[in-house]
């Protein structure tokens, strides 16, 4: 029967242990000097031998004769722990009996002396799930426990335990492991099982694992499930680093600010039933990487990936600042958190990377700050005269958008007299009435297109002869109204809300009439065009 690498190379004395020495050589000198305590606690993040140093505790503990400490698993006691026919090691998985009926039923048992051994050993795993009333129910054993009866705790929040569990046990804190003896066991590990095993291979398995030796051994075992050769692009493969094309896309289109085809990507993904929260942590970890590469000499250290990768990542990171790179982290972190409440997750999602294509949306100091910066950088440049203002006002007459041009969808009236168009009348407000019925259209674009309705936030709108004029204080908006659908999607939910149809315009705000009809300005503006 084929046993997973990982449980078939469980070290079996404490001596096999990697990367503990801290906490073997302690466990073996108290078994050695037979001052074993009567309750451990092992905590440490996942993998690290919490599990592996119990049973070897537990056993070298029972052993009839010890070697230095460590069990002889020859002597008959060893081999009945092994084999399961001795049963008074006894492993309780606390996520699965978490309640203080578990713990009383413990308590009951750990009267009885056991028969083959010296020691009941109770190794409770996840201790941190048990309930409180199993909490208190522990406490009392652990206060006084029988002289028969050791216990050890293992647990990877050790934050989540009470203090009077703490206080009543021998604390040890497993490590991480280290990328070196990690790859060394693993080296180890392949030569025995006959595996041939890169180096290059063995590093790439060793920093994907992350310190936990279980997930190194269970990579090594995937790929050789593979094939015998294990080199860089088979780890690359089988741990799924490969194939992250569209990261990488999806960054350089954010770098360009190009929303519609980031859009596009998020789709696609989202059509090939990517999980859009795990997507969020990808690009997170993608923009960690650039990170890393904008601020560390010698990145590949703290980066998990491919030399062929790596090559890739600085490329793009050379395209793009760290102050955008930090910027994008935080979007996509606030992102993380609202995609876990969320009841549409993909819009949520859309909504996020408009913001990294579009910095100026998100409202924080980064945005800001970009924005401080690009004008500073247009004031060095002598780019910013008061004539500039010239652009501005050619942008905000009204927009005969694309969709104007599909007439099929919605059928629109003839124009108005060139004198009727907003941009001449813009001079006379009383024209303009406030439209009363914006709201509901912002609900039924709710519906039917979430981004724009992201964009629209603030708004309202007016009504101008056959315009209906929007004002909405976003500076994207413009831009964005006259991409893809979304100009049509506001007149047919006009139609639907007035039963009339409008053609769209940009309302144009009383601060940029009273700017533009500054004398000062006026001014400014005929000295700059001298
Ligand atoms: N320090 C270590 N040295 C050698 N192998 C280890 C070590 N830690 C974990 N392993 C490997 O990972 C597997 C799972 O380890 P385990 O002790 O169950 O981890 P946990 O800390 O999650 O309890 C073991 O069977 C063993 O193969
Ligand atoms: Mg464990
Ligand atoms: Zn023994």
């Known amino acids: 029967m084929y046993r997973v690498l990982y449980r078939k190379w469980r070290p079996q004395t404490f001596a096999d242990v990697v990367g503990q020495e801290h906490i073997t050589s302690t466990l073996a000198h108290e078994v050695e000097s037979g001052k074993v305590s009567h309750a451990y606690l092992f905590t440490g993040s996942r993998g690290t031998g919490k599990t592996t140093c119990a049973k070897i505790l537990a056993k070298a503990a029972n052993c009839l004769n010890p070697v230095d400490g460590n069990p002889c698993n020859e002597c008959s006691v060893c081999k009945g722990l092994d084999d399961g026919t001795i049963l008074d090691v006894i492993e309780i998985d606390a996520a699965s009996n978490n309640g203080v009926d578990n713990i009383r039923d413990l308590r009951e048992e750990a009267n009885y002396t056991p028969v083959h051994t010296k020691y009941r050993v109770y190794i409770i795993d996840e201790v941190h799930m048990l309930s409180i009333g199993a909490f208190n129910a522990l406490l009392k054993t652990l206060e006084e426990p029988p002289a028969h ?6 647990t990877t929040e050790v934050h989540k335990l009470p203090a009077t569990i703490l206080s009543r046990c021998q604390r040890f804190d497993f490590h991480r492991i280290t990328p070196e003896n990690i790859s060394s066991r693993l080296r180890y590990v392949a030569e025995c099982e006959n595996i041939e095993l890169e180096d290059d291979a063995a590093i790439l398995i060793s920093r994907i694992a992350d310190g936990a030796m279980r997930d190194a051994l269970s990579i090594l075992d995937r790929c050789s499930g593979i094939t015998n050769h294990v080199t860089t692009d088979v780890v690359s493969n089988a741990a799924g680093l490969a194939g992250k094309d569209y990261l990488f896309d999806l960054v ?11 859009l596009s990507i998020v789709a696609k993904l989202h059509n090939d039933s990517c999980d859009m929260e795990r997507l969020c942590t990808e690009l997170i970890n993608h923009y960690r990487n650039l990170m890393i590469i904008k601020t560390v000499k010698n990145p590949q250290k703290l980066i998990v990936c491919t030399d062929l990768d790596l090559e890739l990542y600085k490329k793009q990171a050379d395209k793009t600042t760290l102050f955008k790179i930090l910027s994008c982290i935080t979007t996509l972190e606030e992102c993380a958190a609202m995609l876990k409440s969320s009841s549409n997750k993909r819009t949520q999602m859309e909504m996020s990377v408009i913001k ?14 970009a924005r401080i910066e690009r004008l500073e950088n247009m004031l060095k440049g002598g780019k910013i005269t008061v004539g500039a203002k010239q652009e501005n006002t050619e942008k905000e007459k009204p927009v005969e958008t694309k969709a104007e041009e599909k007439k099929e969808e919605i059928p629109l009236p003839p124009p108005p007299p060139e004198t009727e168009s907003p941009a001449a009348a813009d001079t006379s407000t009383d024209t303009d009435t406030l439209f009363t019925g914006w709201g509901e259209v912002l609900e039924k674009l709710n519906v039917t297109d979430k981004p724009l309705l992201g964009i629209l936030g603030t708004s309202s709108a007016y009504i101008r002869g056959d315009f209906l004029l929007i004002k909405c204080d976003n500076p994207v908006f413009s831009q964005f109204i006259r991409q893809g659908s979304h100009a049509n999607a506001i007149k047919i939910a006009v139609y639907e809300v007035t039963g009339k149809k409008f053609r769209l315009g940009i309302y144009k705000s009383e601060e940029s009439k009273a700017i533009k009809n500054d004398p000062l300005a006026d001014l400014v503006s005929k000295i700059n065009n001298l």
């Open 149 to 154: 009866v050791k216990f050890i705790l293992a």
């Open 252 to 262: 350089e289109n954010i770098n360009n600010n190009n929303p519609a085809e980031v």
């Open 356 to 369: 990294l294509c579009i910095p100026d949306m998100s409202g924080d100091n980064t945005a800001i700050l």
